[in-house]
């Protein structure tokens, strides 16, 4: 009743531009009330709808009204009930928004059918620019899908697939659309299953990548080997600021690697490496390599 109350507010409301609703009670029906109105409101450019109780029904009314809807630009269905069905319907009204930047589905129940369609939307859709899509039905499969897409989006800018089931493969997938990409600048690949294998073949792609200026591969399985081989990819790549190891298994090793690459790269601003085995002598390492780098902040 309460979601119901303020979409008919909407149609004729001409002030208000962002509204936020995040963990309320809202179900289908409220989010089809305020689907409805979104095809008459031209002011709300921010819809927060996270962790209500929305399901496929309601996520397809909100899809219905992006097709026509010209001001919504961040919408917000994180932690909802959604699956690949929603995935369908959100992805097809992409291919005809031409409003959205920002689309936040994370924590649903999106698998690799759900991103498959997202990422064909993605090479027809122009507006775009970031996509949260965390989700741990999420696999090597789905990885490829959004980065085959990616080969021709031109407008993505960030791309977020934290919490997968994304191994190595998923990762050279991946890796592969940045030698290529010209336009992502941030990579979130969080709590996932990539080992060394795959943080080589991302090293690989920041050699001749010129773009990505944030790499994030938090709490995964890259050890020493891993660790050398983005280091090693840094001699080169004079694009990336931010690179986030935290939480892996990087020891001694990996740190002196690291350490090795900051005392000739001007790039690094960001370096987090919290949560690892690193001692005494990989600290020594990386603190000799800040005696000579001139560019690291944090």
Do not use: P, Q
């Not at 990409?181 to 795959?198: M, P």
């Amino acid at each position: 009743m309460g979601a119901a109350a303020l979409g008919e507010a909407l149609k004729s409301n001409r002030t208000l531009t962002e509204l936020y609703l995040n963990s309320n009670a809202i179900t289908d029906s409220g989010a089809a009330v305020l689907g409805e109105a979104l095809k008459s409101n031209c002011t709300l450019t921010h819809l927060h709808l996270n962790s209500n109780a929305i399901t496929d029904s309601g996520a397809a009314a909100l899809g219905e009204a992006l097709k026509s809807n010209l001001m919504l630009t961040e919408l917000y269905v994180n932690s909802n009930a959604m699956t690949d069905s929603e995935a369908k319907v959100l992805g097809k009204a992409l291919k005809s928004n031409h409003a959205l930047t920002e689309l936040y589905l994370n924590s649903n129940a999106i698998t690799d059918s759900g991103a498959a369609v997202l990422g064909e939307a993605l090479k027809s859709n122009h507006m775009l620019t970031e996509l949260y899509v965390s989700s741990y039905a999420i696999t090597d499969s789905g990885a490829a899908a959004l980065g085959e897409a990616l080969k021709s989006n031109c407008t993505l800018t960030e791309l977020y697939l934290n919490s997968s089931a994304i191994t190595d493969s998923g990762a050279a997938a991946l890796g592969e659309v940045l030698k290529s990409n010209h336009t992502l600048t941030e990579l979130y690949v969080n709590s996932s299953a990539i080992t060394d294998s795959g943080a080589a073949a991302l090293g690989e792609a920041l050699k001749s990548n010129r773009t990505l200026t944030e790499l994030y591969l938090n709490s995964n399985a890259i050890t020493d080997s891993g660790a050398a081989a983005l280091g090693e990819a840094l001699k080169s790549n004079h694009i990336l600021t931010n690179l986030n190891l935290n939480s892996n298994a990087i020891t001694d090793s990996g740190a002196a690697a690291l350490g090795e690459v900051l005392k000739s790269n001007y790039t690094l601003t960001d370096l987090y490496l919290n949560g690892h085995s690193i001692t005494d002598s990989g600290t020594a390492a990386l603190g000799d390599a800040l005696k000579l780098n001139r560019t690291m902040t944090h």
